[in-house]
Structure formats: structure tokens, C-alpha cells
């Protein structure tokens, strides 16, 4: 049975037996509010992603998951509530410094980058260089240099990773959609992430493709124990990455467990999809 509107405090869990054992969550959404005008998108929500999950938020159109995924990433302040990541308060805080802390999001590559290779997008991620510094160019040109292989190095080791070494040296703008979402993932992995957030990586994106992006999300997950939280409309890729799987309807969350219990579980199916959740 999935476990609907729990009310469990922050930090614990509820296990099968009913016992609350602890819980490490790396984001902890506490009492969120978030109103445009008269219409309350995220109401009074509380979630919880557990550390090395991947956490699933899925619901009807216009439940809010768009909204509360972006007054997590910082691109929305709420009205009320507070967004706890990794046990600080960061409420507020814009993007830029959620990824300085650890905090990233997938985006699609900015048309100026369609014009570099993949190896050269991946190399451009960590910001701040010391190449990139015209001082340290001139007087410290040997720095500059052993950073630049280290990024270089750290490139061709994601590029492996997630196999695609057969396209390091196409232009970005060449890619199939499937290698670019592929690209995307890879940027997260520049860095050192306590968390994924993917939006929507499935849209575009052919089901053989899929299948290959799925697998390296599996991967980083189990292999590299990265976290993602995913909000997502394919509810077969849902089924086969995420757990737990958090329900969202009218502002709140509803219902959270593993994908299993959801589709079991009829009324949420009944009431928030119309029709049973079916495998394609
Ligand atoms: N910037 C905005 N201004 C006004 N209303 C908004 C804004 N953003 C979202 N809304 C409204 O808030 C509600 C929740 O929208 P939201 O996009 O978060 O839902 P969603 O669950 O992501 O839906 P979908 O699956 O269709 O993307 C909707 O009624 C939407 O019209």
C-alpha cells in the first residue's frame, strides 16, 4: 500500500511495520507554498529525496511539480517554507549558488556550445579555471596547464563512462538527441554533485535511445551513487529508475512508494490518471 500523506517529522521514514527508523535525505522540502494570484500551485507540500535514491515526482498536469521542482533548483522563492539541502537552509539561494554547493540541473545545450565538441562541452563546465585567468597565464603558466589535463582527463573519463567516445570530437550541434540529453548527464559529472535534478529528460528522445540514458542514470546511481531527483511524464521510464516514486496532486503530495504500489494502488490511478498506469 503506498503510503499516502504519511505526516512523518523531518529526518525519518516510516518502514513497513509502521516504526520510524531514520532517514538521510539530501533535499528536504518543509511546508512549501507557492501561490500566483489567486491559485495555489504548491500547497503546504512536504518531500523528502533520500540520499543515493532516485527520487520520482510525477501527478496529473498542473499539479504543481514543474513549480515545487523549481523552488527547489532556485528558480522560484515560495511564499512560505523552507528547502533543507544536504542540512542547510537554502531557501532562496539562486542556482548558481545550489550548483556551487552541489546542487545540479540537466539543461539543453546553449546554442554557443553547439559549436564546440562534446569533449570541449564537458571541459567547460567547471567554472573558474585557472587557465582562464590572463595572471595566471603569464605567471603561472605551469598551473594553468596541469589543470587544464585534469579537466581533460576527468572529460575523456565521463566520456567513457557513458560510452561516447565514438562522438568526443563532433560538434555538439551534430548530435543525435539521445547522445545530447547523454551530453547533458555528462556535464553533471563534471563536478562533484550531491544531486541530479532531471527535467523531463525523456522528451525528444527515441525509445532505443532511451533505453541507453536510462542505463546511465542506472549507473551513476548504483555504480557512482549519485542521486537524482526526476520529474518526469514517461511513467515507463519512472517505472524502471525511480524509487520511491512521490505523487503530487492540486499542490500537495498525495501518495509516495515505490512505482508497484502507485499503479496498484486504484484510487490514486482512478483519481489523478483516468486510467490505469500501463508498461508501453
Ligand atoms: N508563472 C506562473 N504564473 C501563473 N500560474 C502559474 C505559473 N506557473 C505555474 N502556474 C500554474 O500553477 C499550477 C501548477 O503548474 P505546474 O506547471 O507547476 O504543474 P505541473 O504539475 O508541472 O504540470 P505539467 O505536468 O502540465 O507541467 C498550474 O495551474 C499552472 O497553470
Known amino acids: 500500500m503506498a503510503r499516502i500523506n504519511p505526516g512523518l517529522g523531518q529526518g525519518f521514514s516510516g518502514n513497513q511495520d509502521g516504526l520510524l527508523v531514520s532517514f538521510d535525505a539530501v533535499i528536504d522540502v518543509r511546508n512549501v507554498t507557492k501561490r500566483f494570484g489567486g491559485l495555489t500551485a504548491v500547497d503546504n507540500c512536504s518531500l523528502q529525496v533520500g540520499r543515493g535514491s532516485i527520487t520520482g515526482l510525477i501527478g496529473p498536469n498542473g499539479a504543481g511539480k514543474s513549480t515545487l521542482f523549481n523552488i527547489v533548483a532556485g528558480n522560484i522563492v515560495p511564499d512560505h517554507g523552507q528547502i533543507m539541502f544536504d542540512g542547510a537552509d537554502v531557501t532562496g539561494l539562486a542556482p548558481h549558488q545550489l550548483f556551487r554547493a552541489g546542487m545540479l540541473r540537466t539543461f539543453q545545450i546553449a546554442h554557443e ?40 582527463k576527468k572529460a575523456l573519463d565521463v566520456i567513457d563512462f557513458l560510452k561516447l567516445g565514438h562522438v568526443r570530437n563532433e560538434l555538439a550541434g551534430n548530435l543525435s538527441g539521445g547522445q545530447k540529453k547523454l551530453l547533458e548527464l555528462g556535464r553533471t559529472m563534471m563536478v562533484d554533485a550531491k544531486i541530479v535534478l532531471l527535467d523531463e529528460v525523456a522528451a525528444g528522445v527515441n525509445k532505443t535511445l532511451l533505453q541507453d540514458l536510462a542505463g546511465n542514470i542506472e549507473r551513476m546511481n548504483r555504480e557512482l551513487g549519485y542521486t537524482f531527483f526526476v520529474i518526469e511524464h514517461d511513467m515507463d521510464l519512472i517505472g524502471r529508475l525511480c524509487d520511491p516514486v512521490i505523487v503530487m496532486a492540486q499542490g500537495e503530495k498525495i ?7 502507485i499503479r496498484a494502488n486504484e484510487a490514486i490511478v482512478e483519481a489523478y490518471f483516468g486510467s490505469p498506469v500501463v508498461e508501453a
Open 255 to 261: 501518495a509516495e512508494g515505490p512505482m508497484s504500489e
Open 113 to 152: 556550445f553547439s559549436h564546440m565538441t562534446a569533449l570541449e562541452n564537458l571541459m567547460m563546465v567547471p567554472g573558474d579555471q585557472p587557465g582562464e585567468h590572463l595572471s595566471n597565464v603569464w605567471f603561472r603558466p605551469h598551473r594553468a596547464r596541469s589543470r587544464e589535463t585534469e579537466v581533460r
